[in-house]
């Protein structure tokens, strides 16, 4: 008698839980107004907190964790300047430790995988704003419907001087400049470990990114070009709400 085992994801398994290479996380599914059903991981720690010696330092990437990381709802923000933005900075805390990731995904894509991904940076002139502006509502009525399936990720990175320091070069300082950009290359390799534990192609991932987001989304992808898909990236809402009509 030959016993032949295959593993696969049963359409009953719990999809809220997620086992990655750094430990287990718990998300939530979302049904929205639309009832568009979707789930959401929010603030998976990519990267270790940026504090105290890690301070302007490239990111380090996360360690192992041993209890149920809770990721149900946004983490807190990097450090930001409100007094340049109309955005209510009280919508969300605010510290040094904050490299998250966030992904957005459905059932679709748990159970069959191979979704295409879409790596979202944020704008805010490098100096302000926070992925949590955005509704996971909206992402999932806007990429999440079973016609287009797409794996939404919006990492937080770093902002004004604590990730764009820029001091005289006659200052001497050991210092790492463009931290940013760093984080979000952190976070792009991340996403090649790990995208697939939600559903997602790690060959199928296009860099979006608006106003500033755009520009660094077009700096980031030179920097990985092999890797990657041409970037994508808009300045203004029209454009935005234009762009997610189209099917990835």
């Known amino acids: 008698l030959q016993i032949l085992a295959i593993s696969q994801i049963s359409p009953d398994d719990d999809f809220t839980l997620r086992i990655l290479s750094g430990g287990k996380i718990r998300g939530r599914q979302v049904i929205t ?13 990519y990267a270790e907190p940026p504090i105290a010696n890690l301070r302007y330092r490239k990111p380090i990437p996360i360690k192992k964790w041993e209890n149920v990381i809770d990721t149900t709802e946004y983490k807190q ?13 009280n919508r969300t805390p605010m510290s040094e430790d904050c490299l998250f990731i966030n992904v957005l995904t459905n059932r679709k894509c748990l159970i069959e995988g191979g979704c295409a991904v879409i790596f979202y940076i944020h704008g805010g002139g490098y100096r302000y704003d926070t992925p949590s502006l955005f509704s996971p509502q ?18 937080a990175y770093r902002l004004g001087s604590f990730g764009f320091l820029n001091l005289s070069p006659n200052f001497n300082t050991s210092a790492i400049k463009n931290i940013a950009f760093h984080d979000l290359l952190e976070a792009l390799r991340w996403v090649q470990k790990e995208i697939k534990h939600f559903g997602g192609d790690a060959n199928r991932v296009t860099i979006m990114g608006h106003s500033s987001g755009g520009d660094t989304a077009n700096l980031v992808s030179i920097a990985i070009q092999s890797a990657f898909i041409p970037s994508i990236k808009f300045s203004d809402q029209r454009r935005m709400l234009d762009l997610i009509r189209f099917s990835f």
């Not at 107004?33 to 998976?44: A, D, P």
């Not at 923000?77 to 900075?89: G, K, Q, V």
Request: proline share 7%; charged share 15%; hydrophobic share 35%.
């Open 77 to 89: 923000s990097c450090l930001w300047n409100s007094s340049e933005t109309s955005n209510d900075p």
């Open 138 to 155: 909206f992402l999932i009525d806007n990429f999440l419907t079973e016609e287009r399936s797409v794996v939404f990720v919006m990492p």
């Open 33 to 45: 107004e639309q009832n568009v059903s979707g789930y959401q991981f929010l603030g998976i720690p």
